[in-house]
């Protein structure tokens, strides 16, 4: 697995979560790293994006509740999310951005639920 996301889970509607995705180094350092999230019947989306260069943007959708952020010296980019919404349920995943659908670069992801 070359990234692989993690931190997942049942929080209430308003709540807090961190996810976390750790990255191969060489992925990490030459790419812009991306979290993407699926919702049941739905395509898979890109929420948030952690550039190499440290910029980062998020989807209109999550902006003002969704911060994306890279920490270098662990090869980790994090996703926090804040103020969830019923609607932000869904499996979360990392990959680089644009993604890659190369073995081993989507991971099994993790599944976040809003729900009271």
């Known amino acids: 697995v070359q990234l692989q996301a993690s931190g997942g889970g049942l929080v209430r509607p308003g709540g807090s979560l961190r996810l976390s995705c750790a990255a191969s180094?060489?992925?990490?350092?030459?790419?812009?790293i991306g979290w993407y999230r699926q919702i049941p019947g739905k395509q898979r989306e890109l929420v948030a994006v952690?550039?190499?260069?440290?910029?980062?943007a998020v989807a209109d959708s999550v902006k003002g509740r969704f911060t994306v952020s890279r920490d270098n010296a662990k090869n980790m980019v994090y996703l926090q999310m804040n103020s969830l919404k019923p609607e932000d349920t869904a499996v979360y995943y990392c990959?680089?951005?644009?993604?890659?659908?190369?073995?081993?670069?989507w991971g099994q992801g993790t599944l976040v639920t809003v729900s009271s």
């Open positions: 990959n680089t951005a644009p993604a890659s659908s190369s073995d081993g670069y």
């Open positions: 180094g060489v992925i990490f350092r030459d790419n812009a």
């Open positions: 952690a550039t190499s260069g440290g910029g980062t």
